[in-house]
Structure formats: structure tokens, C-alpha cells
């Protein structure tokens, strides 16, 4: 039931608290000036009826700013119905038992005028129009029964209800300034926030690109040039050996290191010309991977490629994802194989693309724990596609990576 009488045009907390420091300033001073009329103008004042009055100003005062600040907080329109009638009653209190014939009922209603400026703070616009029209009808009831009727009332209404849509013009211009500069600050709070997760993004995403350079520049030692120098090594341990007893074999031991140093050389030079490749390239994906295989030293061997389907510009990511396959396909083939012919297929479809790199070499049952694979398949996956491995002895191996099309 409870939010069945919430007011759905509530004010910011930031804009509300502004608003009532100094609405509890204004509201003091006020009455504090209608009370010191009354007491001023009484002629004969009974002990009761003075206690009556200080005991109603505290009880107004401490209304009008603890009760106003716990119905601002709570701002349900039970809660602020019952503050305004409690205030009013009490004005309508203090005025009547502090009449007498020479009262300034003009001055001594300055009582009501803090409820105006309260009623704008707190309450939508129909609501704060209902109680105003409350106010300025208590208003011209006090004059008509307390003052000297018709006249008083005529004289005074017009000053009276000028007076309380000035306040209500300018308080509602406060209010809004209020809530204009919240919005504001909230909306720069959220901008900051925004670009704090911005960076925070940027930075992982930097992050993540390092480690995966890393771990690709990793794959490239570790298959490329830790293979030769560990062959080279070995030779040169052995050729050490036997060189005082079998000088010949050491001589022969020797050139094999000569060698393999030689396609050491030639296979960092491989490497470097594919990290030079211009990941957004204007070139097709087939003219990058042609680019690729007539730089690759494959000897006897015989690298046939082939595109298929109607060729496509495709995404930098995925032109670099295939490109890099294809070099880890074909040195995997080059270097451990054995083989005679490599066929390389490059198939577009109007939803994916499909490439196969495929052997007639010894074929192998290990291939799982390669750091070439593995970082293939972390490329794969990034985009959503398909790694497929096939390969048995003696029947050569069958890469198939397929990767969708958006």
C-alpha cells in the first residue's frame, strides 16, 4: 500500500538537502518576525494565553524544520498532507489567540508564507497548487473573521497572494536551478565512471594483447629457432667427442651444425618477414598467403594452394588468424612431415570461410601439445570458428579451421 501514495516527481537528495538549509533559514526568520509582531501589539496577555503562544511558536519552529526534513526524506502524500494540516492548524492557533484590537493581522500572517516556499520544495505540481489555494483561502478567512472584514480583506488579499506567487515563482526557478546542477553533477559522476571502466578496459585489452604477442613470439622460439639451436648444439657436443679418434665423422658433424645454422637463418627471416605483413592490408586474403608461401624455403617439396568461391575483402582479424594458420600448417608439414606435396584450400561462403591444409607425409597421433596448435586454437577461438585436426601414421595430417562470417 505504501507505494500506492508515493509522489513520483521526488527530488534529488543533493538538490532537497540544498534547498531545505535554506528554506530552515528563511522559515526561522519568518516566523520569528511574525512572532515578535504579535507580541509587540498585545495589549493585555493572560499567563495562558502567553504560554499557549511560546508553546505553539517552539512546536511550530520545530516542525517546520525537523517534520519538513523527515517528510522531505520520506515523501509520501499522507506524510506531507498531515505536515501541512498540522502546520496550518497551528498558524491559524497562534493568530487567533494573539488577535486583539491592535493586531496587525497583515504581519502576524507572515506565519503562512514559509509553507508556500515548503510546498514548492517537496510537493508535485498539482499537489503544491492544492495546498496554496489551502493557504491564501485560510488567508482570507483570518482577515474575514479576526480583522475588520470586507475592507481588511480588500486592502490586504491582493498584497497577500502577489506576495505568494513571487515566492512560489522564485522558489520553484531555486528548485529547479537545484535539480538542474544535480543532474548535472550525476551526469558527469557517470561520464567519469564510464571512462574509468573505458580504461580499465583499454588497459585489459592492451594486457591481452601483449600476453597473446608474448605467447606467439614464445610459439615462434620454441618451434622456429629453439629446434635448430638444440640440433646444432647436439652436433657440435658430438663432433667435440670424437674429434681427436674420428676426425672425419667430427669434419662431417660440423658441416651438418654449417647447415642447420643455415636454416636457422633462413627460418628467422621467415618469421620476420610474416610479422612485417601489414595486418590491415588492403590485399585479399589468397594474395597474403600467396605473398607468405614464395618466401618459405620448402625444397623438394611441393605446395599446391587453391582458392575456392568468389573472393571477398575479410576482417584484418581474420585475414591474420588464416595467414598465421597457414604458416603454422606449413612449416608443421615442412619440418616434421616428411612429405612429398602440400595442398592448401581457401573456400569462401556467404557465411563463412574455410581453410585446408593437407599432407601426404608419415602423419602422426601426438599433435595435441604443440605450442603452435595450441596458440592456433586460442586464435580459432577468439573468432568463433572451428579447429579441426585429423592425422594418422603413415596417412598425413588434415588441418580444417573454419571461421564465421558476420
Known sequence: MKSLFRITNKPGKNSALLLGNGADIAFLLVVLSAFFSIFSTLEEISFFRLISINVLGVAYLLIGIYGFSYVQKRHLILTDGLYFFIQISIAVLVLVLGNDKNSNLTINSLLLLPLVVQSVIILSRSWMLFYNIVIITVYAVILLRLGEGMVLLAANFPIFFTGQIFIVFFTQMAVTE????????????????????????????????????????????????????????????????????????????????????????????????????????????????????????????????????????????????????????????????????????????????????????????????????????????????????????????????????E
Not at 269 to 281: E, G, Y
Not at 369 to 376: P, R, S
Request: hydrophobic letters at 35%; proline letters at 2%.
Open 178 to 405: 537545484a535539480r538542474s546542477r544535480e543532474k548535472i553533477e550525476r551526469l558527469v559522476n557517470e561520464l567519469e565512471e564510464a571512462n574509468d571502466h573505458l580504461r580499465d578496459y583499454a588497459f585489459k585489452v592492451e594486457e591481452l594483447a601483449i600476453t597473446q604477442e608474448r605467447n606467439r613470439l614464445a610459439r615462434e622460439i620454441h618451434d622456429g629457432l629453439g629446434h635448430y639451436l638444440t640440433s646444432i648444439n647436439m652436433q657440435l657436443q658430438a663432433a667435440q667427442a670424437i674429434m681427436d679418434t674420428d676426425p672425419q665423422k667430427a669434419q662431417a658433424g660440423l658441416t651438418t651444425a654449417r647447415e642447420l645454422t643455415k636454416n636457422a637463418l633462413a627460418d628467422v627471416r621467415q618469421s620476420v618477414s610474416t610479422l612485417r605483413l601489414p595486418m590491415a592490408s588492403n590485399k585479399y586474403l589468397s594474395e597474403l598467403i600467396q605473398q607468405h608461401l614464395d618466401s618459405v624455403a620448402h625444397g623438394e617439396v611441393l605446395i599446391h594452394f587453391i582458392p575456392e568461391g568468389e573472393e571477398f575483402q575479410l576482417d584484418p582479424k581474420i585475414n591474420w588468424t588464416l595467414l598465421r594458420a597457414t604458416q603454422e600448417g606449413v612449416n608443421n608439414a615442412l619440418k616434421h612431415a616428411q612429405c612429398e606435396n602440400i595442398h592448401i584450400t581457401l573456400s569462401f561462403n556467404f557465411d563463412k570461410v574455410e581453410l585446408v591444409i593437407q599432407d601426404d607425409g608419415i602423419g602422426t597421433t601426438n599433435y595435441q601439445g604443440g605450442y603452435g596448435l595450441v596458440g592456433l586454437q586460442e586464435r580459432v577461438h577468439l573468432l568463433n570458428g572451428s579447429l579441426d585436426i585429423q592425422s594418422d601414421k603413415q596417412e598425413g595430417m588434415r588441418l580444417k579451421i573454419g571461421v564465421p562470417i
